[in-house]
């Protein structure tokens, strides 16, 4: 499950909050460290694999102004135009003990 709404503050500026919950049951062939047989066919110890759960809850800010964010000539026909920032930032948390601050920067831009 995946919940994200943007909220828009002024023309150029929108605040995203976020959540997302995701589980899953083990694969297979998963089992921990040493916990195989020599004579399995197929095994796996990849955690990523594993029965879990997680939960990512993030806040995102896009920053788009109408005329972009700033522009600078590079030639005399050529322009150059930042459009929009994109942050995004995150924590990220799974039942096998993985914890995770995300961040994120998109930069948008143009040559015209």
Known sequence: MSLETPLKVKDWLTISPFFRF???V????????AGHSIDDEFYTSDYDLS???SKKVGLGFRIAPTYGIGRFKVTKK????????NLRTAYYQRSTGLNSII?????SFVIK
């Open 22 to 24: 995701h589980t899953q």
């Open 26 to 33: 083990a694969s297979d062939y998963f089992a921990p460290f």
């Open 51 to 53: 029965t879990l759960t």
């Open 78 to 85: 050529k322009l150059f135009m930042f459009k929009e920032l």
């Open 103 to 107: 961040g994120s920067v998109n930069l």
